[in-house]
């Protein structure tokens, strides 16, 4: 087992790199494609500030490595997939080393063959590392599938154990495909250790195979010194608010749900809406806020760098997340942590984070007269805003890192 005693936890250092106490450090190589880089620096964010909060907490030394699909153009009229070429090689994030080694990917093709892609690539990337003399005592993967699977088999090839973090969509939505499905359920019975984001995550995962005891919940945690209450005047005026005003963050995809917020705003005359993030469905939002005639009244802002969704979080009056599937979403302790109460669809995890009236509520038909229900119903009797942020304080990542310190810990003493 990795001796040494933990450190205090305490705030975490954003600008310089990381320093490790003295004695027995445990070495991690953090595997996965939900990672961020230079070029799309928002992608897996969640990950990055888990690992980042376990590596300023406890004796523990990390090396990511985030592969990321080979694309052989950077110019912008190919959209996503140029990120994918302007992603460095190699760069240091947050005083953490991380590796984009590349992979093929063959759109709408490639389900089936894409854990033994990103196991090749991820192969020879750590085989060069180990020659360069890195050394490694455990793989801390996130995501089943392709990720989870992939490392696996690398453990295997490299005779590291292995500990893989499921999220959400990779219990909930892939294993619907019969063969992603038995590799995730192969995969479940190998690895040394899993991690669910939430309860009812761990309850699917065992439900899908998964033995109980090799499944750990160590939810997500936020960062109360990123996101903090501030002053709404100018917040407000930053982004021209004058009425009560909801925001809906993430990716601009189906699952998100932001098109029933966008419609539940047609029957909220007093309401205006914001919504914070970029992607494939941005085209059809436009066009529904045009049919719905909401031009004047609700706002695609596209993507915002994570430090400055705080501003955005404290101008609004509630955020609203009605999404289909979540494992853990972070946005709602975000919101909460600068005093912004949250109006959130009963699904998976959120009734785990939305427990008390400070937090907001949970509404039960995930329609757009649902969510307006929801709306009303918040806003004829809202928590005050400073018991909203200090609910939010209780999910500190304190009890997450000693938890996944522990987790690796105990792997390592068998």
Known sequence: MISGANRPAGPLERDRPMVQPDGAVLRLLTFSTLFPNA???????????????????????????????????????????????????????HGIVVHHPRYGLIPRFGMNVAPFLLYRAALAEARRLLAEGERFDLIDAHYLYPDGVAAEWLGRALGLPVVVTARGSDVSLLPRHALPRQMIQAMMGRVDGLIAVSAALRTAMIE????????????????????????????????????????????????????????????????????????PERPRLEALIARLGLSGRVRLLGARPHAELAACYAAADALVLASSREGWANVLLEAMACGTPVIAARIWGNPEVVQEKAAGLIYDENTPAGV???????????????????????????????????????????
């Open 372 to 414: 307006a229900a929801g709306v009303r119903a918040l806003f004829a009797d809202p928590p005050d805003r400073a018991e909203t942020r200090a609910y939010a304080e209780r999910f500190s990542w304190d009890a997450t890192s000693a938890g996944q310190f522990r987790v690796f810990n105990t792997i390592l003493g068998r």
């Open 39 to 93: 070029a799309r620096p928002n992608h897996g964010v969640f990950v990055e500030n888990r690992l980042r909060q376990l590596v300023a907490s406890h004796p523990v030394a990390a090396t990511v490595m985030a592969p990321v699909p080979f694309f052989p153009f950077r110019s912008d009229r190919f959209g996503a997939w140029s990120e994918h070429a302007r992603a460095p090689r190699r760069e240091t994030r």
């Open 208 to 279: 899908l195979g998964a033995a109980p005891e090799r499944v750990t919940v160590l939810r997500n945690g936020v960062d109360t010194r990123l996101f903090h209450p501030l002053d709404r005047g100018p917040a407000r005026a930053a982004l021209g608010l004058t009425r009560p005003t909801l925001i809906s963050v993430g990716l601009l995809i189906d699952r998100k749900g932001h098109h029933r917020v966008i419609e539940a705003i047609a029957s909220l005359p007093g309401f205006d809406l914001l919504v914070v993030g970029e992607g």
